[in-house]
């Protein structure tokens, strides 16, 4: 190992020869006292600074030349030695990004710790995480800073949705807020960052649009698609448990459909209308998949058929109006038909705090005769078929 003092310049560093095998050469800066470059025998070389920090010498690396200029190298040396005057340690600080937590591990801490214990839509959250975060999970929470987080937020907007997209942004918050409660000494990225401005969607099918909704969902070619709009419409379910509908969940004599697991991580029992049973019988005849819906994806059930929605909003003259309206137009139709809040809530899997013994005691069924009425009300309205062309393929 050699060592030796020189005046650092450009060229007198350039020409700086490769150290032996199996070894490092060491030059000092004359004029930045503390200043080193270090070469090895392969040529590559970089930039310390050699400073004692609290009674210990410490090796603060800066960069490589010539990458890092040597006028760069001086004065990231000269700022370093300042803050170490001022009693900071750039070292213990470069150590603790080197072993800060990626935002992998924070997420499952986050998941374990916090959602789970504290949430019942936890499922959600590690969902939705996986889904638009996934590129995070191996890079150091404090590398993700503000701006990219502003600039998520704004390409989920655009490609998801804004309610998606605040949703999302609400997460990060919390993800960071939390790890700032555990610890972590960072900016949280989410902070300042404003929501989307959020308008109530009360968007349901109007009775003049009924005759020509259900038209063209007759004259819809994806019998797959069909049904299980007409399902959606008629059970309210949400659009995720309606696609993942399987043949053990639904009992014929009772009518009713038992969701495993809702948004709110409780089962719901569904109430199934005679109409909504009509269509359920006639696909269980030809059914030799345990989906109700089965599709060629790789969960095995139908996914989202936009496609066939886009067709049959377009057949149907109708705009501004998303799958998940088909559930509030149940709603809407069950108070025109004259059903309470409460009944809605119960026919919807909303989550109340009135409690149902009341119509135990009384042997009454209000939620499912609301579900009829409603259904009943809608289809007459329309003089609605749900007969259509047989296909189960494509989209």
Do not use: C
């Amino acid at each position: 190992m050699a060592s030796r003092e020189i005046n650092f310049t450009k060229a007198a560093l350039t020409a700086a020869e490769p150290a032996p095998k199996g070894k490092r050469d060491y030059y000092y800066d004359t004029k930045e006292r503390g200043l080193v470059l270090a070469v090895t025998a392969a040529g590559s070389k970089t930039f310390y600074l050699y400073k004692r920090i609290d009674g210990r010498p410490e090796r603060l690396g800066l960069g490589k030349f010539p990458d890092l200029t040597v006028e760069n190298a001086r004065r990231l040396a000269a700022k370093a030695k300042g803050e170490i005057a001022m009693g900071q340690n750039p070292q213990k600080a470069k150590r603790a990004v080197r072993d800060e937590m990626t935002f992998g591990a924070l997420f499952t801490e986050y998941l374990e710790k916090h959602s789970k214990v504290h949430k019942r839509s936890w499922a959600y959250d590690e969902r939705e995480v996986k889904k638009f975060l996934s590129h995070w999970f191996k890079r150091k929470i404090s590398s993700i800073e503000k701006p990219e987080v502003e600039r998520l937020h704004a390409k989920i907007g655009k490609e998801s949705g804004i309610y998606q997209a605040n949703r999302l942004l609400e997460r990060i918050r919390s993800i960071f807020n939390k790890a700032a409660d555990w610890g972590w000494e960072g900016q949280n990225p989410a902070t300042g960052i404003k929501k989307f401005r959020e308008r109530s969607r009360d968007r349901f099918l109007q009775p003049e649009e009924l005759p020509r909704f259900f038209a063209a969902l007759a004259s819809e070619p994806n019998e797959a698609a069909r049904d299980f709009f007409m399902i959606s419409l008629l059970t309210g379910a949400r659009k995720s448990n309606t696609l993942a509908m399987r043949w053990d969940e639904i009992n014929f004599r009772d009518a009713t459909w038992r969701i495993p697991q809702t948004k709110n991580d409780e089962p719901q029992i569904v109430h199934l209308s005679p109409q909504a049973l009509e269509i359920l019988k006639e696909r269980k005849l030809h059914s030799l998949s345990p989906w109700v819906f089965p599709g060629s994806g790789a969960k095995g059930h139908l996914a989202d058929p936009k496609k066939a929605w886009a067709r049959i909003l377009k057949e149907a003259g109708i705009s501004d109006l998303r799958i998940h309206d088909l559930r509030r137009t149940l709603g809407s139709w069950q108070a025109a038909t004259g059903a309470n809040s409460y009944i809605i809530g119960k026919s919807l899997g909303h989550r109340s705090q009135q409690s149902t013994a009341i119509y135990a005691r009384l042997n009454l069924d209000p939620v499912r005769d609301s579900v009829n009425k409603a259904t009943e009300a809608m289809l007459g309205y329309a003089g609605a078929t749900t007969d259509g062309p047989k296909n189960e393929a494509g989209e």
